[in-house]
Nanobody, 122 residues
Framework: QVELVESGGGSVQTGGSLRLSCLVPISTTSMAWFRQGPGQMREGVAASYSSGKTTYYSDSVKGRFTVSRDIAKNTLYLQMDDLKPEDTAMYYC??????????????????WGRGTQVTVSS
């Protein structure tokens, strides 16, 4: 059973920053960050394809979040800047060995972490 391991969550005030990390113990082509707030569906926020040269973002985080990966460290990152209370959620890392047909459909991804909590207070 392959499990990804997220870290870096925490509590910050509006306008603050956090960097999430995800250790990925396998070779994968596509990776993504999802989040799920209380009573909400899981939504994709950022994705990285191949070596990280191609990235995708949801409209809600575009311009504020940056996804990147360190191949040598088998790690995916999510730099989150200008955080807002609506960013409060559990953040999950996900991976897929190939290129998905759609980047932000949770059912596509084969491997998941257990999540790391991000809380943004006003």
């Amino acid at each position: 059973q392959v499990e990804l391991v997220e870290s870096g969550g925490g509590s910050v005030q509006t306008g603050g920053s956090l960097r999430l990390s995800c250790l990925v113990p396998i070779s994968t082509t596509s990776m993504a960050w999802f989040r799920q707030g209380p009573g909400q569906m899981r939504e994709g926020v950022a994705a990285s394809y191949s070596s990280g040269k191609t990235t995708y973002y949801s409209d809600s985080v575009k311009g504020r979040f940056t996804v990147s990966r360190d191949i040598a460290k088998n790690t995916l990152y999510l730099q989150m800047d200008d955080l807002k209370p609506e960013d409060t959620a559990m953040y999950y890392c996900a991976a897929y060995r190939h290129k998905p047909g759609t980047w932000f459909e949770p059912s596509v991804y084969q491997y998941w972490g257990r999540g790391t909590q991000v809380t943004v207070s006003s």
